[in-house]
């Protein structure tokens, strides 16, 4: 740094480098588990006993993943998990978004009232509610079937809280003018309000995904011992205690359940970005 720069590029510069260092810091922390995680998966059983172990396999051991996707079944996981997931994103798009849309742009008695009721939902743990959601499952019969795994879940107060606060960005002057052109409500929110709140929609798909995608519990209360409608966290578990010797094969396993999840970040990053970061500036 040339010791005759103005004090005011010395202290950006210097600013700078500390914004530059403090996300390095942050990205190690975040993907430092994630990296030792594949390093792990590519070793053999013999060298994660080491102390240090490696940072980097010097001779990949791939057979795990081969192993890993054949011995643990997790294609039938994979695909259960995709068809669960789905499911959920799908309905939580679909009730939220019209919900949202009721709560910003339609006029009905009691409307703040039912508005902050759904948010209360929010302050309500799943564990609360999960004897009476398991209890109503089996009495519709819908045990170890994909309506039990889905039903639950097809609605969201937070996903109706992010696409209420979209659909309050659009001007009532728009609406009016819609209005005029003989736009009704239904066509208002297909062609102007839904295509103007996409970034929230894709990050409420995210979110969404990301949660039906990881859960463990409910799944794991509401299947059988089969691998009918068994999701990907479950197989992963069950892979776990059928290689208690071989701990690459269950990281491999581990592995291979992230992708899909590194694959929507990367896919969506932008709208989730806009999402996050819309309301900021005027």
Do not use: C
């Amino acid at each position: 740094m040339p010791s005759d720069a103005p004090p005011g590029r010395r202290a950006r510069r210097l600013r700078l480098v500390v914004r530059y260092t403090l996300l390095t810091l942050g990205a190690v922390v975040v993907l430092g588990p994630l990296y030792l995680t594949v390093v792990n998966s590519l070793l053999p059983a013999s060298a994660l006993a080491q102390r240090p172990p490696p940072l980097f396999p010097v001779h990949p051991q791939w057979h795990d993943y081969a192993a890993a996707w054949s011995q643990g079944h997790l294609d039938v996981y994979l695909r259960n998990s995709a068809i669960q997931t789905g499911i959920i994103v799908a309905g939580q798009l679909v009730t939220s978004t019209l919900a949202a849309y009721a709560f910003a742009f339609l006029r009905f008695p009691l409307r703040r009232t039912l508005f902050v009721v759904f948010l209360a939902t929010l302050m309500i743990p799943f564990e609360v509610t999960i004897v009476t959601n398991s209890t109503t499952v089996s009495d519709l019969g819908w045990y170890n079937t994909f309506a039990g795994l889905t039903v639950p879940f097809l609605a969201t107060g937070f996903g109706t809280f992010l696409l209420r606060q979209a659909f309050l960005q659009i001007p009532r002057d728009l609406r009016e003018a819609a209005a005029l052109d003989g736009y009704g409500h239904l066509r208002f929110l297909v062609r102007v309000a839904v295509p103007l709140a996409r970034p929230s929609l894709a990050a409420l798909g995210v979110f969404s995904f990301l949660a039906a995608w990881n859960q463990y519990l409910w799944p794991l209360i509401v299947t059988g011992s089969g691998t009918n409608v068994r999701t990907v966290q479950i197989g992963l578990k069950l892979l776990e205690g059928t290689q208690l010797s071989h701990v690459d094969v269950v990281l491999a396993g581990t592995v291979i359940a992230v992708v899909p999840l590194l694959v929507l970040l990367v896919v969506f990053q932008k709208q989730l970005v806009r999402s996050l970061t819309g309301g900021a500036v005027k």
